[in-house]
């Protein structure tokens, strides 16, 4: 069985961005900067920064779509260049858990715990049952294939929403969809709903604590969208906004997200890992030294182990929040 590099946890040592390389300067700020005082509460700036295995990532995409699988006390991700599913156990060993996986991108479960992901080579998404079989929740809109489905939720009511941008570095062709979606499929997968298609590049998304609320990234953008969610599960226009904005002049866009259960919002962005108040309110970054934050996962026993991944590594930090645990319960 092949194995990573794995590294002894270290605490990342304070540094800054140079030709967008990492640089240890001990004269530098601390790797966790305060923006505001609430972020105490959340995670201390002194909070150590593990680096737990690299070795991941090509150009046909990074590591990504970190899952904590709790009954057995493991991380679930993509290795998306290389077509295979890592599984890490803390304090153990980081091995392929599966391959080839159609390269794979964003993976979470459904309300009865099966394997849900987002993948790019068979551009669809699908569910793996418990016997090893997958079932398709969804390839095509109107008779169109999709283009590259990129991350995926689901919804406590069991409907899944997810991302579709189009990402391949190959041209498009006349069967193709001519926009990037935003989609929901109903709880039957019967039916298949386009919610939104303004996005240029819509990535990561994830649901309030109380699901009233769906928050979508554009990472060509920089930005991250709320909209309010109606009784019949699609979006209510009106209430797009503009959200948080991660722009800046260091590597770094926002992808993948998620949310505690206070409904604080952490994202990738400009210069490391922001964490948000349910506002929008920039409370703090983690700089933890990668030219990017792929995609972030809550786990361990109490999920307030925050799980991220870069292009080529695996890292974690603790936090004091517990994270929204996956899958979600069903109302």
């Not at 709320?226 to 722009?247: C, M, R």
């Not at 933890?288 to 799980?307: E, I, M, Q, S, V």
Request: with cysteine; hydrophobic share 30%; aromatic share 8%.
């Amino acid at each position: 069985m092949e194995e990573f590099r794995i590294i002894i946890p270290r605490v990342f040592q304070t540094h800054r961005y140079q030709n967008s390389k990492y640089l240890n300067q001990e004269e530098e700020n601390m790797p966790i900067e305060q923006l505001a005082p609430e972020l105490s509460k959340i995670i201390s700036t002194d909070e150590p920064i593990q680096e737990l295995a690299d070795g991941f990532g090509g150009d046909q995409g990074p590591a990504e779509g970190p899952l904590w699988w709790k009954e057995g006390g493991y991380l679930l991700f993509s290795d998306i260049h290389n077509n295979r599913r890592i599984k890490h156990t803390p304090g153990g060993d980081t091995v392929v858990f599966q391959e080839p996986t159609n390269r794979a991108n964003g993976l979470t479960r459904d309300l009865q715990g099966r394997l849900v992901s987002a993948e790019h080579d068979s551009r669809r998404v699908a569910r793996q049952e418990a016997d090893g079989t997958v079932t398709v929740i969804a390839s095509s809109f109107q008779g169109r294939r999709l283009n590259r489905p990129n991350d995926v939720v689901v919804k406590s009511d069991g409907s899944i929403y997810f991302t579709d941008p189009w990402t391949s570095p190959q041209p498009a062709e006349q069967w193709d969809l001519t926009f990037s979606g935003v989609y929901r499929v109903s709880p039957d997968l019967g039916t298949i709903t386009l919610l939104i298609d303004d996005f240029v590049v819509p990535n990561g998304l994830m649901f309030s604590p109380d699901e009233s609320i769906l928050y979508v990234n554009d990472s060509r953008r920089g930005h991250i969208r709320s909209f309010e969610v109606q009784p019949n599960g699609t979006l209510a226009k009106q209430s797009d906004k503009v959200l948080i904005d991660v722009n800046g002049d260091k590597p770094g866009v926002p992808d993948g997200m998620k949310v505690d259960i206070e409904g604080n919002i952490y994202t990738g962005g400009s210069g490391g890992l922001y964490i948000c108040d349910p506002t929008g309110k920039k409370l703090g970054i983690i700089d933890h030294g990668y030219t990017a934050t792929t995609n972030l996962a809550f786990g361990g026993d109490d999920w307030k182990t925050l799980y991220f991944t870069s292009r080529n590594q695996l890292g974690s930090v603790k936090v004091n929040i517990p994270g929204n645990p996956i899958p979600a319960v069903k109302k």
